[in-house]
């Protein structure tokens, strides 16, 4: 199955080698080597020092669900992909990503565990990384 | 001491739909009610601040208007501009950039067609890429921070629905308001889901209108008939994705709360009334609690009982009715919390809900508070103060 309807990113050379990576199943975060930043979104330049050191590293792609809306109605979206789980995931590295979480809008919880998986699209080098429930740690 | 500047005009469009106007003509029609208001001459105005005009704003409105604007400023952080717009303009006069500053806001987002939750399709900035692919809208994003929220403080449905619960009873006494029957904590619980927690009636109405204010100096108010309100204190910050370290329980009015106050002078404790922005009941419930007016985590306990209830709550807010029920102009909710600031501060707001107010505080929550979002407070001192 494709991403699409759903809309797709516009490929920047900033963000290219974020896109492709999820295409190969990895999940990158950005990491400035001068301060030590983890950050996402990717950025050439790092969002505490500006400095441009910054490079690709490998996520674990888990972490835990920050937070979550469930929509019930969003224009534009395709209705058979409703209700939506919209979710921050809190990556084992740090950083809050926004993300979709693939899991039942009644059992969810903030807090719940969750793994990094790929949806593709048309185009052959970008996919997007969506989170599934693996269980909850209480 | 910095030189007093006063706001001297205050107009909000009556309209809620209209089909049969064009966005500019609206300008024109609030530009012209404020400069009434303020028994100001329009050629008078010599500075002109506005946000969300197409193209490039202040040529656009100077050039529709028939203005010649010695200074100008379009800074857009969403619904909180105008907000923005007073404090800059109160600077611009202190500087001696203007004396006579008309702010303008409009829009016709109801007979555009436009429904709620909409958006995801637009991707304009290196954001959305990361954001609307994952359905991120107003609607998700003000849904995640209240689900945090009542996730880390325990802060119930119940809770916010109190916040449109009161929004709602000042909305009675609105002849504009677009929603003025009251409503109960529970037919906010049972209104449709919209982005869960959130449901519709948790959200702002979505309206066509607008609405001006004329910002003067001392010399320009001195030779006025009309009472005007004096910008004691203005604030302002941008709170942020911060690299994904994002925090959804608090807002950027944690700065330009204590910005504002600090100017003025001023605390939480002298606020008589507050007009808070309410696109959604979770930004007034942050926004309660980052202003000072309750420690974190306590404004769902702080908003029961009928605290922010015009006239004899401890906080009466947004008694016009607010985003939540009257107006929304243009889907930006910032100028109608300055408007009815003003008309709380001359005694001119709807007389069951007129608060014995000196002082008043104006916020502003534009943009959102799930990815990035404008915030601008005013505290603002009436005439007998």
Redesign the interface.
């Known amino acids: 199955m494709s991403w699409e309807p ?7 050379p ?2 290219e080698a974020f896109w492709a990576a999820a295409a190969e199943g990895d999940l990158l975060l950005s990491e400035c080597t001068d301060c030590g ?5 990717p950025r050439a330049n790092c ?2 020092c500006l400095g441009d050191a910054v490079e690709w590293r490998e996520a674990a792609g888990t972490g835990e669900v ?12 395709p209705e058979d992909d409703l ?2 789980v ?3 995931v809190e ?1 084992d590295e ?7 979480v693939r899991a039942d ?1 009644d059992e969810i919880a ?2 719940d565990r969750v793994a990094v998986s790929f949806v593709e699209t048309e185009e052959p080098d970008v996919a ?1 990384p ?1 989170f599934e429930s693996v269980g909850r740690d209480r | 001491m910095a030189a007093p500047v006063y706001l001297a005009g205050a107009f909000e469009h009556p309209t809620r739909e209209a089909p049969e106007k064009s966005t500019m003509q609206l300008h024109a029609e609030v530009a012209k009610g404020a400069l009434a208001d303020a028994g100001v001459d329009p050629a008078a105005v010599d500075a002109l601040f506005t946000a969300g005009v197409p193209g490039l704003p202040p040529l656009t409105l100077a050039d529709y208007l028939g203005l010649d604007p010695r200074y100008a400023d379009s800074t857009d952080v969403g619904g909180s501009s105008y907000l923005s717009h007073v404090g800059h303009a109160a600077s611009a006069v202190r500087d001696g950039k203007c004396d006579v500053a008309l702010v303008t806001l409009a829009g016709r987002p109801r007979s555009a067609g436009q429904d709620t939750g909409t958006g995801v399709r637009r991707l304009k900035t290196v954001q959305d890429s990361f954001e609307r692919i994952y359905g991120a809208t107003n609607t998700t994003m003000y849904g995640l921070a209240a689900r945090r929220h009542m996730a880390e403080y325990g802060t119930t449905r119940e809770q916010l629905a109190e916040i449109r619960v009161a929004a709602s009873r000042h909305a009675q006494y609105n002849e504009h308001a677009m929603y003025p029957d009251p409503v109960t904590v529970e037919d906010v619980i049972e209104s449709r889901v919209v982005a869960d927690p959130l449901h519709l009636l948790d959200c702002c109405v979505i309206s066509d209108g607008g609405g001006a204010v004329v910002v003067v100096s001392e010399d320009v108010r001195s030779e006025l008939d009309r009472e005007c309100v004096e910008v004691l204190g203005h604030g302002e910050a941008i709170g942020h994705h911060d690299a994904g370290r994002i925090d959804l329980t608090h807002t950027a009015a944690v700065d330009s709360g204590e910005r504002a106050f600090a100017e003025a002078g001023l605390g939480p404790e002298h606020v008589d009334y507050a007009s808070i922005y309410d696109s959604f009941t979770i930004t007034v419930l942050e926004a309660i609690e980052d202003l000072g007016f309750c420690r974190k985590g306590e404004g769902g306990a702080f908003v029961e009982g009928g605290t922010l209830q015009a006239p004899d709550g401890d906080l009466p807010f947004n008694t016009d009715g607010g985003g939540l029920c009257s107006n929304h102009p243009a889907n930006r909710g910032g100028m109608t919390k300055i408007i009815e600031a003003v008309r709380q501060l001359r005694g001119e707001a709807n007389p069951e809900v007129q608060v014995d107010a000196d002082v008043a505080l104006a916020h502003g929550t534009g943009g959102s508070i799930g990815t990035r979002h404008g915030a601008a407070t005013l505290v603002l001192g009436g005439a007998d103060r």
């Open positions: 759903r809309p797709v990113p516009a490929v920047t900033e963000s930043l983890v950050f996402h979104y969002p505490d920050y937070s979550y809306a469930v929509a019930r109605t969003l224009g534009g979206w209700p939506l919209v979710a921050y990556l740090g950083p809050r990503v926004l993300t979709n809008p903030v807090g997007i969506v």
